[in-house]
């Protein structure tokens, strides 16, 4: 449903709603038990018969959402409008903090610029926000599907007017601009909960901003559903039925490990197992599992947090993290106490997870004893499906595909459903290694990565970069894609 024609805080307070699609006629839904002395002031506006419909208030809010969660927004127009209508000279920071951002269309200026550029944030999938001061100018960028684009350069006067009603929203102090903060906001955009991770850092021409944006609306993932070729989820789910044990999953920033630990626990059996959970921060709400939220302001590190869950009486721990040989250590002994681990460590590929973890200081003879695999991932931007363009393999492509190659691959053409962009949403490509006995040995011998890497190989391993070929023979994505994101 698109194109509601009434605001959003008149549809919501009075129960009515005007509604369109493609494929029926506009209709009028009417909330039950609301008062509708409004209903004829709407009918007489509209000026045209209309099918008036009555539905339950659980189904009118969830017309409510779909309707106005899909009107577009164009941030850059409402940046533009405020830059010409507030008084520059004046710091606006005393400004309330709103329930739902369609709510607040009518207030004051910063807001409603602020609230734009939210809301166009979430409609579009952006996973971060970038708000930026340079020299002359100030600028916002929106990260979707992993790249940064621009969407608006507010008046380079703005940006501290933004930075102060961004800190009163997460609850920071506004007058603290020379150290970097961290804060949190949690939003509502037409009912759909959003939480907010809000990063500030002192930069020589004002505080860089960087919003991560969580959309809870978006519902938790399987791992049938990330996009891992059978033979990767079979082996996958084999080593999370393993009683005890390390299990990793491995990638840069942004490549989608907590998704993928997510989706493992999410298969697991929460009635019959102790899971519980260290996370910095916690994402998502996962029904039957303790979540622990680390903060290391009051010096509740990943390491004191995995003393206490040990204590517990836990079947299951997930680590956010390894970030340190503290934690690495607790993790390995959790694992030799009959625990199954599972947890992220930012690598390159799979193998090298294991020389980051002798190099922390875990002895490699502990390290043989409790892996028992590794997960390596990227994210590649998917093809849209409405103008990707099929071509035939040249002989440069050859020299940069791995064996087997594909006979056919597609191209980005860009179109209006695209933003022109050729891609829309993303899948991934992975990397398994499972760990048997004699890649134990190789472990415990303190074998380089390269020869890590060379017997995974020989025994059936796929690297990042033969996954990707199953997505270029499908016209998933591009080659240009899965060469951007598995540099080899």
């Known amino acids: 449903m698109k194109n509601a024609t009434l605001p959003y805080g008149f549809a919501k307070s009075q129960g009515i709603l005007i509604s369109t699609s493609e494929t029926e006629q506009p209709k009028i839904i009417i909330r039950e038990g609301a008062d509708l002395t409004a209903l004829a002031e709407v009918r007489r506006n509209i000026g045209t018969p209309m099918q008036i419909k009555t539905v339950p208030k659980a189904t009118f809010e969830l017309h409510l959402s779909e309707t106005y969660s899909n009107n577009d927004t164009n941030a850059a127009e409402v940046v533009a409008d405020v830059g010409q209508e507030i008084d520059?000279?004046?710091?606006?920071?005393?400004?309330?903090?709103?329930?739902d951002l369609l709510d607040t269309q009518d207030d004051a200026p910063i807001i409603r610029m602020i609230n734009a550029l939210l809301t166009q944030a979430v409609r579009q999938g952006a996973s971060d926000v970038h708000i930026e001061p340079y020299e002359r100018n100030s600028v916002v960028r929106f990260r979707c599907d992993g790249v940064l684009v621009d969407v608006a350069q507010p008046h380079r006067a703005l940006h501290a007017v933004m930075a102060s009603r961004i800190k009163i929203m997460a609850s920071l102090d506004i007058s603290e601009k020379r150290l970097p903060?961290?804060?949190?906001?949690?939003?509502?955009?037409?009912?759909?909960?959003?939480?907010?991770?809000?990063?500030?850092?002192?930069?020589?021409?004002?505080?860089r901003i960087v919003l991560r944006l969580l959309d809870k609306g978006n519902g938790q993932r399987t791992l049938d559903s990330l996009g891992m070729a059978e033979s990767t989820v079979n082996g996958f789910t084999k080593l999370l039925e393993e009683p005890h044990g390390i299990v990793l999953v491995t990638g840069p920033t942004g490549s989608g490990k907590s998704t993928t630990l997510y989706a493992a626990l999410q298969g697991m059996d929460a009635l019959s197992l102790n899971i519980v959970t260290a996370e910095d921060p916690v994402e998502y709400d996962l029904p039957g599992i303790g979540q622990i939220q680390v903060n290391t302001k009051i010096s509740l590190s990943f390491a004191r947090v995995l003393r206490a869950i040990l204590r517990q009486d836990p079947d299951v721990i997930m680590i956010g993290e390894i970030r340190d040989l503290e934690t690495a250590q607790i993790a390995v002994q959790a694992s030799l106490t009959g625990h199954l681990v599972l947890a992220s460590l930012h690598t390159n590929d799979a193998a090298s997870a294991i020389t980051r973890l002798v190099d922390m200081g875990i002895e490699p003879f502990l390290l043989s004893s409790t892996l028992r695999g590794v997960l390596a991932q990227r994210l590649v931007r998917k093809l849209c499906s409405k103008c990707k363009v099929p071509y035939e393999v040249t002989a440069a492509d050859t020299d940069l595909l791995v064996h087997p190659i594909p006979q056919k691959l597609w191209k980005a053409a860009g179109c209006p459903e695209c933003s022109q962009s050729g891609y829309g949403g993303r899948t991934g490509v992975y990397e398994l290694i499972v760990a048997d006995e004699p890649f134990q040995r190789l472990i415990h011998n303190k074998a380089d990565e390269s020869a890590l890497r060379e017997y995974a190989i020989g025994n059936g391993s796929s690297s990042l970069r033969t996954d990707g070929n199953r997505l270029l023979a499908e016209g998933v994505t591009s080659i240009e894609e899965l060469l951007r994101v598995t540099r080899e």
Do not use: C, F, N, Y
């Not at 520059?88 to 329930?99: D, G, K, N, W, Y």
């Open 88 to 99: 520059l000279s004046q710091l606006i920071t005393e400004l309330p903090a709103v329930e």
């Open 181 to 207: 903060q961290d804060g949190r906001i949690a939003l509502k955009l037409a009912g759909r909960q959003v939480d907010v991770r809000v990063s500030t850092l002192p930069t020589t021409h004002g505080e």
